[in-house]
């Protein structure tokens, strides 16, 4: 069954960036959907982006477009989500899942433990 784990989180001013990391353990996730979600302090969480099987990349929030991006790493296993022009809105915990198919379709039920970013001055 596969492992996730974020890393890569931490405290940031506004505008700046980080990159996110989701390293996968007891399964390859070279053909499988990552999605990246994030949840703030007292809101639901919501989907960011996710990268395809095939590395196609949708988009589900479009405060993200222009600034964060998502890529893939077969030889280690691990998605990223790189982050730049953060802002003060964008403090959350930052999840990466996965459900072990292709398409970004279907339910992901594969979750790591969160990240968290802060951005604050």
């Known amino acids: 069954q596969v492992q996730l784990v974020e890393s890569g989180g931490g405290l940031v001013q506004p505008g700046g960036s980080l990159r996110l990391s989701c390293a996968a353990s007891?399964?390859?996730?070279?053909?499988?959907?990552i999605g990246w979600y994030r949840q703030a302090r007292g809101k639901e969480r919501e989907r960011i982006l996710c990268?395809?099987?095939?590395?196609?990349?949708?988009y589900y929030k479009d405060s993200a477009k222009g600034r964060f991006t998502i890529s893939r790493d077969s030889a280690k296993n691990t998605v990223y989500l790189q982050m730049n022009g953060l802002k003060a809105e964008d403090t959350a915990v930052y999840y990466c899942?996965?459900?072990?198919?292709?398409?970004?379709?279907?339910?992901?039920?594969?979750w790591g433990e969160g990240t968290a970013v802060t951005v604050s001055p």
């Open positions: 007891g399964e390859p996730l070279d053909q499988s959907a």
């Open positions: 899942a996965t459900g072990g198919f292709s398409s970004c379709d279907y339910i992901m039920d594969h």
């Open positions: 990268i395809s099987g095939t590395n196609d990349i949708r």
